[in-house]
């Protein structure tokens, strides 16, 4: 999963960045090419297996996330998106919006006043606007088509106008694709437009070390992404955020408690990007390798097997299913699971399920 991390000058994105990969990208200036970084999922269960397995690796689900450069002229008053910065965009599976809240006199905001509500609105209105332009211009390419169409093929372009003319209509009242009802035929047209308010959104509010006890009055504020499965919100010290995941897990750890703060920022965003972009997590075991797989949620095994190789996928015959509390029960000892009729024998359209552990018998 790639998650895109995008903001308004001056809001902390690049340190947003630093603080949920360990990076070290420059925070001054603007940068012209994306910083790239990679986060390990935290999973107890993943140490846990390992503990019963005693592998030679042990290999977390990872999430990549991206701090975007900004577009020449900013985002957030150019009414609409193009150019590299749109392709970018589509590229990611997850956008993260980092709205300031921090005040720094030396950092001046580029509307002057510190608004982390305004700065959310403003950057979701420009996703919306930049859907508007290519929904507009996808109804302006089928009307040339409709002209020298048969009669059989005006019915389905038609079809295909009507719908995106009430996409555009939507829209315009600053209702996201996420929020429309679209049907499951209506989402295979869509599959490869890469629409912005299709994708799921967390919004982080960058705040001071003085706004910790603040932060949920603050996420208040924000009820645009409240209750919404594929969209999330938090608050971050970014800056103190990025300190901290320089340092040895020991000392992290005893600043946390000093300060009260007990998950990190690198936890949370792996946490609300796995949710609101419908990932879940499964497990292979063995000796060599002890290892879990991020995938979406709903997908078949077969399916899930070709994460692991193509092969897999290819020629799969069955998988040795069990879920990792029935494993646990067992003290990991698959032949004392597989003995009380635990492991299961699933074909190809069995639902993954978070936690399973999976081993997949195939041919090629």
Not at 51 to 61: G, Q, S
Not at 95 to 109: A, E, N, T, Y
Not at 344 to 350: A, C, F, H, L, T
Request: contains cysteine.
């Amino acid at each position: 999963m790639e998650v895109g991390i995008i903001g308004l000058p001056k809001s902390g994105k690049t340190t947003i960045f630093n603080a949920v990969t360990a990076g070290s990208a420059v925070v001054d200036g603007f940068a012209k090419s994306s910083n790239i970084g990679v986060a390990k999922v935290p999973d107890e269960r993943l140490l846990t297996l390992s503990n019963l397995f005693n592998p030679k690796r042990t290999t977390p689900a990872e999430i990549t996330f991206i701090d975007l450069p900004p577009p020449p002229d900013g985002i957030g008053d150019t009414r609409g998106i193009s150019g590299e910065f749109l392709n970018n965009l589509q590229a990611v599976d997850v956008l993260l919006l980092v709205c300031r809240s921090f005040s720094d006199p030396s950092v001046i905001h580029v509307d002057d006043l510190v608004d982390f509500k305004r700065d959310a609105e403003s950057m979701m209105y420009e996703l919306i606007f930049s859907d508007i332009d290519l929904v507009s211009r996808r109804i302006d390419k089928l009307l040339e088509k409709y002209k020298g169409a048969s009669k059989i093929e005006r019915a389905t372009l038609d079809k295909e106008k009507d719908f995106f003319i009430r996409l555009k209509d939507q829209l315009g009242s600053n209702i996201a694709i996420r929020d429309q009802t679209i049907t499951t035929e209506e989402w295979k047209i869509l599959v490869g437009y890469q629409l912005l308010t299709a994708k799921p959104v967390i919004a982080v509010v960058n705040i001071d070390e003085n706004q910790i006890q603040e932060q949920q009055a603050m996420l208040d504020q924000l009820g645009l992404f409240k209750d919404k499965s594929d969209m999330g919100m938090t608050t971050m010290c970014g800056k103190l955020e990025m300190e901290l995941a320089q340092m040895d897990k020991a000392s992290e750890k005893e600043f946390r408690e000093d300060l009260g703060m007990q998950q990190s920022g690198m936890d949370q965003s792996i946490d609300l990007s796995y949710q609101v972009g419908g990932k879940i997590s499964f497990f292979t075991v063995g000796e060599d390798e002890v290892k879990a797989w991020e995938i979406p949620s709903g997908i078949s095994v077969q399916r899930a097997a070709g994460k692991i190789h193509t092969d897999l996928e290819r020629g799969f015959i069955r998988a040795e299913v069990i879920h990792y509390e029935e494993l646990i029960s067992c003290s990991g000892v698959l032949a004392d699971a597989r003995k009380k009729g635990l492991i299961r024998s699933e074909g190809k359209d069995y639902i993954v399920k978070d936690g399973d552990v999976v081993n997949v018998l195939f041919n090629v």
